[in-house]
């Protein structure tokens, strides 16, 4: 999946606009999976 596909099925799901804003700081990038999502996303809490 690529920074990309992320944002594009975000905003297709009609995700709320504070995720989107955090998705869009991320680099252009291919992941592997949605866990290495987190080496730059570390700043975000999990259990909130």
């Not at 099925?9 to 998705?23: K, Q």
């Amino acid at each position: 999946m690529t920074t990309s596909g992320i944002l594009a099925t975000t905003e297709d799901s009609g995700s709320r606009a504070e995720l989107l804003a955090v998705l869009r700081q991320l680099p252009e990038h291919h992941f592997g999976n949605v866990r290495d999502l987190w080496e730059y996303l570390s700043e975000i809490p999990v259990d909130t």
